[in-house]
Protein backbone atom coordinates (compact mmCIF):
# COMPACT_ATOMS: atom_id res chain seq x y z
CA UNK A 1 0.00 0.00 0.00
CA UNK A 2 1.54 3.21 -1.07
CA UNK A 3 1.80 5.70 1.88
CA UNK A 4 3.01 9.39 1.58
CA UNK A 5 3.65 11.34 4.43
CA UNK A 6 4.29 15.10 4.55
CA UNK A 7 5.90 16.86 7.27
CA UNK A 8 7.84 20.16 7.92
CA UNK A 9 5.05 22.68 7.34
CA UNK A 10 3.89 25.85 9.37
CA UNK A 11 3.94 29.20 10.06
CA UNK A 12 7.28 31.62 8.59
CA UNK A 13 7.96 35.32 8.29
CA UNK A 14 8.54 36.94 4.55
CA UNK A 15 12.15 35.97 3.81
CA UNK A 16 12.08 32.82 6.30
CA UNK A 17 12.59 29.49 5.17
CA UNK A 18 11.23 25.85 5.90
CA UNK A 19 12.18 22.52 5.08
CA UNK A 20 9.48 20.05 3.87
CA UNK A 21 10.05 16.15 4.29
CA UNK A 22 7.72 13.41 2.78
CA UNK A 23 8.07 10.15 4.21
CA UNK A 24 7.06 7.33 1.53
CA UNK A 25 6.75 3.53 1.82
CA UNK A 26 4.74 0.92 -0.16
CA UNK A 27 6.42 0.87 -3.15
CA UNK A 28 10.41 1.21 -4.56
CA UNK A 29 11.25 4.44 -3.76
CA UNK A 30 14.53 4.82 -5.37
CA UNK A 31 13.13 3.88 -8.81
CA UNK A 32 10.51 6.20 -9.20
CA UNK A 33 10.21 10.02 -9.77
CA UNK A 34 8.72 12.67 -7.02
CA UNK A 35 6.83 15.62 -6.93
CA UNK A 36 5.67 18.33 -4.80
CA UNK A 37 2.77 20.44 -5.44
CA UNK A 38 0.96 22.67 -3.72
CA UNK A 39 -2.68 24.49 -3.32
CA UNK A 40 -3.48 27.95 -2.56
CA UNK A 41 -7.15 28.33 -1.48
CA UNK A 42 -9.47 29.12 -4.11
CA UNK A 43 -6.46 28.74 -6.53
CA UNK A 44 -5.74 25.54 -8.69
CA UNK A 45 -2.84 22.98 -7.75
CA UNK A 46 0.70 23.88 -9.00
CA UNK A 47 3.61 21.55 -9.85
CA UNK A 48 6.20 23.44 -8.18
CA UNK A 49 9.44 20.75 -8.62
CA UNK A 50 10.38 17.37 -9.41
CA UNK A 51 13.02 14.71 -8.83
CA UNK A 52 14.20 12.33 -10.84
CA UNK A 53 14.60 9.07 -9.37
CA UNK A 54 18.07 9.44 -9.23
CA UNK A 55 18.16 12.69 -8.18
CA UNK A 56 20.27 13.15 -11.37
CA UNK A 57 17.07 15.75 -12.67
CA UNK A 58 15.00 18.51 -10.71
CA UNK A 59 12.23 20.81 -12.61
CA UNK A 60 10.97 23.61 -11.08
CA UNK A 61 7.84 26.07 -11.46
CA UNK A 62 9.21 29.42 -12.55
CA UNK A 63 7.91 30.57 -8.83
CA UNK A 64 10.21 28.15 -7.51
CA UNK A 65 13.38 28.82 -9.28
CA UNK A 66 16.09 29.71 -7.24
CA UNK A 67 14.06 29.84 -4.12
CA UNK A 68 13.42 25.97 -3.67
CA UNK A 69 15.57 22.58 -3.77
CA UNK A 70 13.89 19.61 -4.29
CA UNK A 71 16.22 16.64 -3.03
CA UNK A 72 15.68 12.90 -2.03
CA UNK A 73 17.48 10.63 0.01
CA UNK A 74 16.72 6.98 -1.21
CA UNK A 75 18.00 5.37 1.65
CA UNK A 76 15.59 6.69 3.58
CA UNK A 77 12.88 6.52 1.23
CA UNK A 78 12.38 10.28 1.70
CA UNK A 79 11.71 13.64 -0.58
CA UNK A 80 12.74 16.90 0.84
CA UNK A 81 11.55 20.93 -0.57
CA UNK A 82 13.82 23.06 1.15
CA UNK A 83 12.26 26.72 0.48
CA UNK A 84 14.05 30.01 1.20
CA UNK A 85 13.44 33.18 0.87
CA UNK A 86 9.71 32.79 1.21
CA UNK A 87 6.87 35.08 0.29
CA UNK A 88 3.49 35.39 1.21
CA UNK A 89 2.20 34.01 -2.27
CA UNK A 90 3.61 30.83 -1.05
CA UNK A 91 1.00 30.06 1.21
CA UNK A 92 -0.63 26.87 0.45
CA UNK A 93 -0.88 23.44 1.25
CA UNK A 94 2.11 21.16 -0.26
CA UNK A 95 1.19 17.59 -1.32
CA UNK A 96 4.06 15.13 -2.77
CA UNK A 97 2.75 13.21 -5.14
CA UNK A 98 3.99 9.51 -7.19
CA UNK A 99 2.95 8.12 -9.81
CA UNK A 100 3.15 3.79 -9.47
CA UNK A 101 2.01 1.47 -11.76
CA UNK A 102 -0.53 4.45 -13.97
CA UNK A 103 -1.95 5.44 -10.53
CA UNK A 104 -1.20 8.49 -8.69
CA UNK A 105 -0.89 8.64 -5.44
CA UNK A 106 -0.72 11.71 -2.63
CA UNK A 107 -0.01 12.98 0.40
CA UNK A 108 -2.61 14.54 2.92
CA UNK A 109 -0.39 17.84 2.93
CA UNK A 110 1.29 20.20 5.19
CA UNK A 111 0.10 24.02 5.76
CA UNK A 112 2.41 26.44 4.90
CA UNK A 113 1.61 30.23 5.63
CA UNK A 114 4.17 32.71 5.10
CA UNK A 115 2.88 36.10 7.09
CA UNK A 116 4.24 38.30 9.40
Known amino acids: QVQLVESGGGLVQPGGSLRLSCAAS????????MSWYRQAPGKERELVAT????????NYADSAKGRFTISRDNAKNTVYLQMNSLKPEDTAVYCC?????????WGQGTQVTVSS
Open 51 to 58: IGSDAGST
Open 97 to 105: KVTFRASQY
Open 26 to 33: GFRFSRYA
